[in-house]
């Protein structure tokens, strides 16, 4: 049995040349792998051969591929020397794949000359299979190999591609900061020639014809006052001769305080159609239009008497306070409009001045020796006829708002013949320039209305800064003094001869007061004025309580109560010092600044509104919480100036020295009170990006408008795209959206 057949080892090796020829056929593998072919296991007897085992088997093991030739960020200088490595160290990838296919060829023939020469009793059938099912497994490899070099010469084309991109981009961005920097240098130098422009002849003239509407405005709201007595006795008398029977007290004093806040009503109304009325006739226009109410409305008051209606008052009242209203949102938006920058804030406290001096005007001639009796007061009443009629006389010849002929028209030139006759020069390029900078800054809200402005994200903050400043004009008590301040100082213990004198020093006081912040508004701030002036109404609102307090504890002791009268009388002047100081004039001021032309008619509107909305609750309510409260009448006031302090001194930008597009800015950024670290540059960016657009091409233009609408990708995107072969070549920020000429007139 442990003999062999004749003819078997002849038959073997027949078998063992042709499976050597059909692995001779194989073809020439071309990949970097090593052939490691083990011998099989010998058995006991050198005769006996055992079948192939796991443990002796031919093993095909493949030595590591190097990593694939990995994308690295580099610089311009270096591209050609990466090509030419990355070259060599191919070919010398493909020579060590040829080496190491000829060593495994080799072994290959040398052990199947062996298996023939051996006189062995093995199957080699079995063992050729296993070889030439490994042989198919490296040839897939070297086909895979094949594929990766072939992926890697792609590879090295997109490299130098992107390096070319991103030099591309690099240059352009220098290039835009070298823009920026020039158009920022530029911007600066044109502010500081705005802020030395001066005061003219022709800009003190036109702002004195505009101011005569809030003069309009401070003599209706003090004339009221003093005639107090003798308007509740005409209509007393009246309603007798109507009706045959006394009017009651409580019906005259309803009577008086409707002639008194029907004035507000007119003034919510003529004060919510301002913006729609700046907007169609313009600032100077609808001035001039404003007047005939005013007129209408003074005559009515001066013929009360004669016709023997007191429902005539009521509709004069009425009237001259849409007039009014008006006037208190169309001349802040002029005189805001028409001033330089560095006289923006003294110029805008010549309303207050204008307010003041009204107030002090129908103060001193209603006293009882002028035109404050039962035969003046008709007269009194009809001298608001006069300011009208002044205006009408001298505000033709002043310019329209440039802003408003440049911006919401686009008449230039004739913007541009504006300023030269308000600025008394030629050179008004930076006026322009400023105004056109505004222009792009606002070009993406346009003329809105009142509801867009409400619902306006960006414009939001500074809708509610402008409607809580105009509440803390109102809701500080001062109205109750200018309307009821005669009744205030008689309960103090003041005669009423007395009364209406202090009455005159009130309005002299305001008056000077006024002339003092004038010069103060553009070297503290309106912020810094406005929270002094609210923390000096709040002390002394609280020493006015103190002083009805103590009149009521010691009445018994005559000279306390001498003393207390006088007391209360330096208080209640203190009141309204303080209140001129800031409260007067900021709240009409700061709204006009701080929304650009597009949102400031509907701005001022709602302000204007809110103003008037309060100034009515107040006047119809003090004399009821007057009753109420009685010696406490003050302390709500007080209250109310603690929280518009807080308000102030948290959420209230400083807008001196700034232009509509710095103050803008602030806005956009997302913080009322946060520092103008860049602002300064926010009208050159706008500049660049307006000029650049230009140079665009269209297609690139809606490529940025499309990158901008994409969302970013989330962080296991960006993981992804980290592991790839080519690291992504980050963009730079994208421009803003091209904006588009205003055309809303």
């Not at 960006?458 to 004009?473: A, H, N």
Request: with cysteine; aromatic share 8%.
């Amino acid at each position: 049995m442990g003999e062999t057949r004749p003819g078997t080892k002849s038959m073997k090796k027949s078998v063992v040349q042709q499976q050597h020829k059909e692995v001779a056929q194989v073809h020439p593998i071309t990949c970097g792998e090593i052939l490691e072919l083990q011998e099989y296991a010998v058995g006991s007897s050198p005769t006996e051969y055992h079948p192939l085992s796991s443990s002796a088997t031919f093993k095909l093991t493949a030595k590591p591929r190097e990593p694939p030739i990995t994308r690295r960020k580099v610089s311009d200088e270096t591209k050609e020397e990466i090509q030419a490595e990355d070259e060599a160290t191919l070919r010398e990838l493909l020579m060590s794949l040829q080496k190491q296919v000829s060593v495994m060829s080799m072994n290959l023939s040398a052990k199947l000359d062996e298996l023939q020469r051996g006189d062995r009793q093995l199957e080699t059938t079995v063992a050729l299979c296993e070889i030439r099912s490994q042989l198919q497994e490296l040839t897939k490899s070297v086909e895979s190999c094949q594929s990766e070099v072939s992926e890697v010469k792609r590879d090295m084309v997109a490299i130098k591609h992107e390096l070319d991109t991103v030099q591309q981009v690099k240059e352009e961005i220098e290039e835009l900061r070298e823009y920026v920097d020039r158009l920022g240098e530029q911007s600066h130098r044109r502010k500081l020639r705005l802020l030395e422009q001066g005061l003219t002849f022709f800009l003190s003239f036109a702002i004195l014809a505009a101011v005569l509407g809030m003069l309009q405005f401070g003599y209706n709201t003090g004339v009221i006052n003093a005639p107090e007595a003798n308007i509740e006795n005409f209509m007393k008398d009246v309603y007798k001769h109507r009706y045959g029977e006394d009017m009651t007290d409580d019906t005259v004093k309803l009577l008086y305080s409707l002639a008194v806040s029907i004035f507000a009503i007119g003034g919510m109304f003529g004060g919510f159609c301002g913006g729609m009325i700046a907007n169609k006739f313009g600032r100077k226009g609808g001035l001039l239009l404003n007047n005939i109410l005013g007129v209408l409305g003074a005559v009515l008051m001066g013929c009360t008497k004669e016709t023997q209606w007191y429902e005539v008052l009521f509709l004069g009242r009425l009237i001259i306070g849409v007039n009014c209203g008006l006037n208190t949102s169309l001349v802040p938006m002029y005189i805001s409009e028409i001033a330089p920058l560095n006289l923006r804030g003294g110029l805008g406290t010549v309303n207050q001045l204008a307010v003041t001096v009204g107030l002090l005007l129908s103060q001193v001639l209603g006293i009882e020796q002028i035109l404050g009796t039962d035969e003046g007061w008709p007269i009194l009443l009809g001298l608001a006829v006069c300011p009208a009629l002044l205006q009408l006389t001298l505000l033709p010849f002043c310019p329209e708002s440039p802003r408003y002929l440049l911006i919401t028209k686009q008449w230039e030139e004739q913007a541009r013949q504006a300023l030269r006759r308000l600025r008394a020069s030629n050179q008004v390029e930076e006026d322009i320039e400023e105004m056109r900078a505004e222009e792009r800054a606002q070009q993406a809200e346009a003329t809105i209305s009142m509801m867009e402005l409400i619902c306006s994200p960006t414009l939001r903050s500074p809708l509610i800064i402008g409607v809580v400043m105009q509440l803390s004009q109102q809701l500080s008590g001062i109205n109750a003094v200018f309307y009821y301040s005669t009744g205030l100082f008689v309960s103090s213990g003041l005669s009423e001869e007395q009364a209406k004198f202090a009455t005159i020093g009130i309005g002299s006081i305001m008056v000077v007061m006024t002339l003092v912040s004038i010069f103060l508004m553009d070297r503290m701030g309106r912020r810094s004025l406005h929270l002094y002036g609210l923390g000096g109404m709040f002390i002394f609102s609280i020493f006015i309580t103190i002083s009805f307090l103590i009149k009521e504890f010691f009445g018994y002791v005559q000279d306390m109560i001498d003393w207390m009268s006088y007391w209360s009388v330096v208080s209640t002047l203190s009141f309204v010092v303080f209140f001129a100081v800031g409260p007067g004039s900021i709240p009409w001021m700061i709204t006009a600044e701080l929304f650009s032309q597009g949102p400031r008619p509907a701005a001022m509107s709602i302000a204007v509104l809110v103003n008037w909305m309060a100034n009515f609750l107040v006047g119809i309510g003090f004399p009821s919480m007057n009753t109420a409260l009685e010696n406490y009448t003050f302390l709500p006031f007080s209250l109310f100036l603690a929280i518009f302090w807080i308000f102030t001194y948290k959420k209230v930008p400083e807008t001196k020295n700034k232009t509509f597009e710095e103050i803008l800015a602030l806005f956009r950024q997302g913080n009322g009170r946060g520092s103008l670290r860049d602002s300064r540059l926010y009208g050159s960016m706008l500049n660049c990006v307006n000029a650049l657009e230009q140079r665009m091409p269209p297609a690139d233009r809606a490529a940025i408008m499309v990158a901008e609408e994409k969302p970013h990708p989330d962080s296991s995107a960006s993981e992804r795209s980290s592991r790839e072969l080519v690291p992504a070549v980050r963009p730079p920020p994208p421009l803003p959206p091209p904006r588009f000429p205003n055309n809303a007139v």
